[in-house]
């Protein structure tokens, strides 16, 4: 018995896109054959699955894209101005794999006698009492009695005897085949390791996918990106606006930032972990170290990179946005790699509400006075339970960069979005309120992506309706 690795995914690999591994095995062209891939976390085992061979190549293919992403979701940390264990945006796992086939015993050598009755010479597994069915060559032509279904009456490891009376062989060198008759199978589990993996809660493109490379989220050079696809330059966010982006950090490991002004600051990393949420937008970077302030009023932009003893990702950078606002709500969003990005909605907001109610027609009780029935004029003929009171908003955004129109897509499509309402002073535009933040979920079943060289000024209209309803009393 021998498997051969074929294909593997990367060590680290997004959860929703194809997580496939592939094995071939020397016995794959025997009766009954299955390869077993079992699935663990740690010492864990959590998923067992048995897996015919491909028809073309006989290879053993499993993709467990759908039953590893069900232990990965995201981390939403609004309070935290530092970094965060983004602890369910990934997970490891270990594949090993096994292989069961039909126990199948054949022999070659004579059929001897044995007091009276067929002994069988072949190695062998069996136990008096077992059942047992016997194929031989020829069909059964020359020893009939010995075809087909019985019952074994005596066994050692090298040979086993069935009640067939040896008068009935008329050649004891014809060959055969035995197999138990409910079909037992050989079953070896971890013929093959493969190394610890992680998958995260990412989803690359049909086309992005086909060209990932893990080590391009390894931050240890000035080109290795974070784990998200917010825009690296234009991307414009206003002083009451929190980004959360993951990265794959080391305890002690800074995050470096500087303003246009060429002011440096850092905060150093506190978690040990596999992907850290670490929190960099306008409103919620935290205290860093450095002389003075990261955002002044005169504040163009700043950026922030990871630093391990220098420069070790791309450089991200915020452009803030002293836009006058309406009113100003921003949506915090889950993006295709994990990261809880924003945007700013800082144009007419409408808030609506529509009630749902459930109506029923009672009688009314009243009540008897002077030896007549009436009623008051009180009493409720149609009643009314049941009730909800659904909020939607209609936000605009903004005027929208190219790069920030793309990425806006991102959220139209996020399944997990939280809105805030910003408010600032007059007319110095100092930031008063932020938050809290509260569940919401898009509405807009349609949208279109505008380009710059079709569409010069760009901006956007998004519906959400809040996730939970207020309570009505009465």
Sequence with gaps: MAQTIIAQPQSFTPAYNPVKFIVDSTNKNLDGFKYIFDVYNGATLIGRFKVLPTFSTGYGELDLSKFLSSYVSWDFEPSVLTDYDAANCYYNFQVKTGEEYLAQFNYTSALTNSGGFVRVNVTNTFAIGDQINITQADGGAANPLLEGLHSVTNSSGSWFEVFVPWTSVTDANVNGSVVYADQRKVVTYNVTTFSTKNVFNG???????????????NPNSPTKEWLTNQPQTEFNATLGQDLWLNIRGRIGKKIAFENDN????????????????????PNNYGVLVGTGDLIT????????????AGQSSVKYRVNIDRRESI??????????????????????????GEVQRDEYNQDEKGFVSGGEWTYNTTEFGNSTFNLNNVKTYELNTNWLTDEMSVYFEELTTSPQVFMKRVEYSCPDGVLVTSGPYVPVIVTNNTYEVFRQRNKNLIKYTLVVKLANNDAING
Excluded: C, H
């Design 203 to 217: 989803a690359r493109s049909f086309v992005q996918f086909t060209t990932y490379d893990q080590n391009q989220y």
């Design 262 to 281: 060429g002011d440096l600051f850092y905060k150093t990393l506190t978690n040990n972990t596999t992907i850290e949420g670490v929190a960099v937008g």
């Design 297 to 308: 009023p005169t504040t163009k932009y700043y950026e922030f990179w990871y630093d391990d």
């Design 327 to 352: 009113t100003e709500y921003d949506l915090a969003f889950l993006d295709r790699m994990g990261s809880m990005s924003s945007f700013a909605f800082q144009l007419r907001a409408i808030e609506r």
